[in-house]
């Protein structure tokens, strides 16, 4: 936009600066023989010479307007689908209202959409706001967790994530990526001028009246800013606890758990495993089984959905908010229940671990390979054993598994390999199913996905071994004699409802 202005100034220097000639010249001819001397012929001495010079003066003045009709509607474009409201750490989110029109597609023809975005794309830049509008639009119809725009040598490509996999929708030419993400960049309220500089931003989308909180990476690569735009999966389900695909025992013993007055229940599994949307279920089951009489808290970084009748705090390191310094100051608050994002440092887990023993019901999440080592990783933060054994009540491990496509399901037979490592016998009396792949999954065979989960309730014998600082086998071993079923016979649960493919759960928790 400044560039224009700098162009259409321009312009009206010029047109002055030739309305000027012709006026002096036209009125003072004697005065000015310098100039038809310097000049070879004389302007005024030809009526065509006068003409060419009233005609460059109208089409500097045209020039100069249609800068400034231009620089009007690139105003009009930025202020039309935006207006704005203010999130909780005080910062400014647009709300990006997407013309419901933008999808008039059926999301049984993916092919459609393909086309249609290069089809867009060809469009050039005037037609960035409406790619733009489609790719966001299409991506909330697909379900899809994150778009990533790659620049690369020659072209960009577009890439949806869909149940956890990338897919390239589209590949447009690489003049469009800075006019692309300049536009994303806005409606996150983001600098456009800081090229070559990571940021990150917010932006709240809405499409037909359903909004959607929208995280916005960029970062410098090669070839240009490589944009990843994060839809959280928030519309994949409404945060309930028995959608998520637990076996009826495990859900029993969890939401026992929650129930609890006290206690330290955690969360562990690989990153896109699902802990959050879990952590989030298990909120809302505690604000709907003793949500009146309890003070719910949550410190998370950063907050994926707002949960009504929850108080959420969001870490902003900026001004010396981190997950322990929230967790004070929380705790000070006279909370019931806390909801902690995530557990990664000591000074975090300790005091996680003192408030989970002192009245205060904890939920949160902890890297670590599986349920029984998530005591060895918190005693190597340097949390002591008898602590831990005392304060953490459970901890429920889970992994995301694809579910076959229902339109391309067929009876199939699984490779040994997988059958093996799952431990499935050859002579099980199961049917085995798979997706061949067609248009409704992308010729995938996979399409949506649930969770298995593993949980380790901690019972007297578990708290005696983790006191006793045993080996995470030795731990697993104990908690498999003590009733825990682990993650890959959650999983055979669901190979033998003919959903899951056994390649996929070995693949995942084989
Ligand atoms: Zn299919």
Request: glycine share 8%; aromatic share 6%; net charge positive.
């Amino acid at each position: 936009m400044a560039n224009r202005a700098k162009v259409a100034w321009l312009y009206l220097i010029l047109s002055g600066f030739v309305l000027g000639l012709i006026l002096i010249i036209s009125n003072n001819p004697r005065q000015f023989k310098w100039l038809y001397s310097s000049l070879s012929m004389s302007i005024l001495d030809s009526p065509m010479g006068l003409m060419s010079m009233i005609l460059i003066l109208f089409l500097l003045v045209a020039a100069f307007f249609s800068t400034l009709l231009q620089m009007g509607r690139d105003k009009r474009i930025a202020k039309r689908k935006t207006s704005e409201s203010i999130d909780k750490v005080g910062k400014t989110i647009r709300i990006y209202d997407i013309p419901s029109g933008t999808i008039s597609f059926s999301p049984s023809r993916p092919s459609e959409i393909s086309s249609r975005m290069s089809m867009l794309a060809r469009r050039g830049e005037t037609g960035i706001v409406e790619f733009l509008d489609y790719i966001m639009a299409a991506a909330l119809k697909l379900r899809v967790s994150d778009v990533h725009i790659e620049p690369g040598m020659s072209e960009v490509a577009l890439k949806y994530r869909i149940d956890g996999a990338l897919q390239t929708m589209v590949t447009f030419p690489s003049q469009l990526l800075d006019r692309l993400v300049s536009r994303i960049r806005i409606l996150a309220n983001l600098s456009t001028y800081e090229k070559g500089k990571p940021q990150d931003g917010r932006i709240n989308l809405c499409l037909k009246g359903r909004h959607y909180d929208v995280r916005l990476s960029t970062i410098p690569t090669l070839h240009g800013d490589k944009a990843v735009i994060r839809l959280f999966e928030s519309h994949e389900h409404d945060f309930d606890l028995r959608n998520l695909g637990m076996l009826p025992e495990i859900y029993e013993v969890f939401s026992g758990m929650l129930v609890k007055p006290q206690g330290t229940v955690l969360l562990t599994g690989p990153t896109g495993s699902g802990k959050t949307t879990t952590m989030y279920s298990a909120v809302r089951f505690i604000l709907e089984h003793v949500g009146s009489t309890t003070n719910i808290v949550t410190i998370e970084d950063p907050i994926e959905r707002e949960i009504p009748g929850v108080n959420q705090t969001q870490v902003d390191l900026k001004h010396g908010l981190s997950f322990a310094a929230g967790l004070r100051s929380l705790l000070r608050q006279d909370p019931d229940v806390i909801m902690v994002g995530e557990i990664r440092d000591r000074e975090t887990a300790e005091i996680c671990i003192q408030a989970g023993l002192t009245g205060h019901l904890i939920i949160s999440s902890i890297h670590a390979i599986n349920s029984a080592g998530v005591f060895n990783r918190l005693i190597e933060m340097g949390i002591e054993p008898f602590l831990l054994a005392s304060s953490v009540t459970g901890v429920l491990a889970q992994r995301l598994v694809r579910l076959n496509c229902n339109v391309c399901a067929k009876a199939s037979v699984p490779s040994l390999k997988s059958l093996k490592s799952l431990n499935i016998p050859l002579n099980a009396d199961i049917k085995f199913m798979k997706g061949e792949g067609c248009e409704n999954c992308w010729y995938k065979g996979y399409s949506g996905r649930v969770g298995i989960f593993e949980i380790l309730e901690v019972t007297p014998p578990i708290k005696q071994a983790i006191v006793q600082k045993v080996e995470t086998s030795e731990l697993i071993s104990l908690a498999r004699n003590q009733g825990l079923i682990p993650l890959r016979d959650a999983g055979l649960e669901f190979i033998r409802r003919g959903i899951v493919d056994v390649d996929e759960l070995a693949r995942v928790a084989g």
